[in-house]
């Protein structure tokens, strides 16, 4: 994970990433179309897009899967959305609301920052958003949150 910075998908890629990270790495293009509402060729196109990436393999005729990279860059994913809504809900916001806005401004946040914000509050655990997990590289001995999960 250290070779990215979070930053490289469009938001609505990330979402299909953490969509197939909910139903345990793996959906079909059906699947897919239903759930974001958009036609089966869009989804066949854009698992190709992601598979060139290396996050995804490409199932023919069955949907997507994701790669061990894949799934480490979702893990990412979730666990940004996550630090960002518990970030959110300090300043006021509902869990509906937390969640709600961190959905449109977590594609436009740095791993390097989501890291610092981790570290920042001590590396949590929960969100309002659900469970937190971390990465190694974010819990690193040295790291000034010190500690891990």
């Known amino acids: ?10 938001p ?12 345990d ?4 293009t059906t699947d897919l179309a239903g759930r974001f509402g958009v036609d089966p060729s869009t989804i066949t196109k ?3 897009e992601l598979a060139a990436t290396g996050l995804v393999e490409h199932v023919p005729y069955h949907g997507a899967r994701l790669t061990e990279t894949g799934r ?11 630090l960002l809504g518990l970030v959110l809900s300090h300043y006021g916001l ?7 806005e961190a959905s449109k401004l977590e594609g436009y946040v740095s791993k390097e ?4 914000i981790c570290s920042s509050l001590g590396h949590p ?9 971390h990465d190694t590289c974010c819990c690193c001995p040295g790291d000034e949150g010190g500690g891990g999960p």
Not at 1 to 10: A, R
Request: charged share 35%.
């Open 1 to 10: 994970m250290k070779d990215i910075d979070g930053l490289e998908l469009s």
């Open 12 to 23: 609505k890629k990330g979402e299909y990433l953490k969509f197939l990270l909910e139903r």
């Open 25 to 28: 790495g793996f959906a079909k």
């Open 46 to 48: 854009v698992i190709g």
């Open 72 to 82: 480490e860059y979702a893990t990412f994913l979730v666990r940004r959305h996550r």
């Open 94 to 100: 509902t869990p509906e609301e937390a969640c709600s």
């Open 113 to 116: 920052t989501v890291d610092k």
């Open 125 to 133: 655990t929960m969100s309002i958003c659900g469970r937190i997990t």
